[in-house]
């Protein structure tokens, strides 16, 4: 059930016509939070894609493959330079017009090390410090002009609406890895995540509209969140140095929530006649704010597996990794609260719930020279937020597509990475049928016919990554 869903019946049928596909942003669109493959750390899994479960060979292993630290002994300390990203974002099909948000910036990046340890039980031990998550819009779209909502006069009112709509989410992951060699070219490693997780979000809709005999209908409708949660989640691996082939299996657990909290504000509100020729005005709130919330997130099982072959100077990277479903639950904690004017009972909610997803990576690397190499991946990076409205913390249901290209300059005691990153996808706003207030079981209306919501990435890779 989305925020709002309670919400609805109460509002008469013009305020959700006025501003019909607006109003369907808040509870159709999903975000970029809900996809796992959207950000890649270190030299070679920048270039790669990520598609390195099998065959990563430095200290970003902590994340993609803990127990490839043991058979691809890297010393030292990675530091990651963040690189710039320009994103686009953009909905088409809204009342015959498109709106659009752009933003450009650093992509978050990678710190990573080792522990000296003196210990017969451990092989060793590492840190990493990563952004997991890191996602922000803001989007805004007018329409002023005439259209016939209230009907059934067939005589177009004045019609003025505006849409706002943000998002701020920050997820950071520090680590500690352990790992060991137990036999000639076999390691094992777990990494301990703590995750700090910081989200925020706000749709904001009013419309205004102005009837033939001058009078006239105004509406709002506002949804406001921000939650913070620290959890606990573990990621295992298995390393395997065959010779010119490498292997590896990774199973990431899911998460132990530790700590958090928020709050949500929630206003739908309504003024004016509700057909033509009315002589009677309808007013209707309900609002409430609700602070010190409880706030919760849940991650999935993962299991992934890959490999890399060498074939001369060139070597093929392929991995893949599965997640598993995360059943609906409330990320917010929130109450049942009564309306202003009619007194009746509203549950608005704050709720979660993920599909599974497979993804699926291949990678070249050629190595030109022992100090020039280039490399070249593809690699899908699914969505799992449902397509139904279940999910309504994310702004986009949306699956991409990463091609990647660049090359790596081994200058020691340093990297010079260069290279370029392209991502696309959409996802379709489906028409949404609303009855009737009072009259649930009537003929619903049909509001829009096809409405796309687009996003576009591209991301310049100029990295230098610190050895020491």
């Known amino acids: 059930m989305s925020a709002f869903s309670s919400l609805r019946c109460a509002v008469p049928r013009v305020l959700i016509v006025s501003c019909a596909s607006l109003t369907l942003l808040p509870c159709l669109l999903r975000g970029q939070d809900t996809h796992y493959w959207n950000l890649s750390y270190g030299t070679q899994a920048t270039l790669l894609g990520g598609a390195v479960i099998g065959s990563v060979s430095d200290l970003s292993a902590t994340f993609y493959n803990p127990g490839m630290l043991a058979v691809r002994r890297e010393q030292g300390l990675l530091l990651g330079a963040n690189v710039y990203q320009f994103q686009r974002f953009s909905i088409d099909g809204i009342q015959g017009k498109s709106a659009s948000s752009s933003r450009i910036g650093p992509s978050p990046g990678l710190v990573a090390g080792r522990v000296p340890v003196d210990s017969t039980v451990l092989g060793g031990v590492a840190y990493s410090i990563l952004s997991r998550q890191y996602f ?157 919330l409880s706030a919760n997130y849940r991650s999935a099982w993962a299991i992934g597996a890959g490999a890399g072959y060498r074939i001369g100077n060139v070597i093929l990277h392929l991995s893949a990794e599965w997640y598993a479903p995360v059943g609906q639950y409330d990320v917010l904690e929130t109450s049942s609260f009564s309306g202003e004017t009619d007194g009746e009972t509203y549950s608005p909610s704050i709720s979660q719930k993920l599909n599974s997803v497979f993804n699926l990576g291949l990678g070249t690397q050629i190595d030109l020279s022992e100090s020039v190499s280039l490399y070249g991946s593809i690699t899908t990076d699914r969505s799992a937020a449902p397509k139904d409205g279940t999910n309504t913390i994310a702004i986009s249901a949306w699956d991409l597509y990463h091609f990647t290209a660049g090359t790596v300059l081994s200058l020691q005691p340093f990297d010079l990475t260069l290279g370029l990153s392209y991502a696309s996808g959409s996802a379709p706003l489906n028409d949404v049928a609303w009855a009737q207030p009072g009259n649930e079981g009537g003929t619903p209306g049909r509001f829009i016919d096809a409405a796309t919501l687009r996003t576009t990435s591209i991301t310049g890779i100029l990295a230098v990554t610190f050895r020491f």
């Not at 209230?150 to 177009?156: M, T, Y």
């Not at 620290?230 to 657990?253: E, F, M, Q, S, Y």
């Open 136 to 292: 922000g819009i803001d989007l805004k779209h007018f329409f002023t002009g005439q259209r016939d909502l209230l009907g059934p006069d067939k005589v177009p009112e004045d019609v003025a609406t505006e849409l706002s709509l943000t998002e701020d989410l920050n997820e950071t992951w520090l680590g500690v890895t352990a790992f060991r060699l137990v036999r000639p070219g076999v390691g094992i490693g777990i990494t301990t995540f703590v995750a700090v997780r910081n989200h925020a979000a706000r749709s904001d809709v009013t419309a205004n509209l102005l009837e033939s005999s001058g009078s006239l209908v105004s509406m709002g409708r506002v949804r406001d969140f921000d939650y913070y949660n620290v959890r606990l989640l573990w990621k295992a691996g298995l390393g395997v140095d065959l010779g010119p082939l490498t292997l590896g299996l990774t199973i990431t657990t899911p998460s132990l929530d530790l700590l958090g909290g928020g709050s949500a504000y929630f206003r739908s509100s309504y003024n004016g006649i509700t057909a033509p020729g009315d002589t009677v005005s309808r007013q209707f709130l309900a609002a409430d704010f609700q602070d010190d």
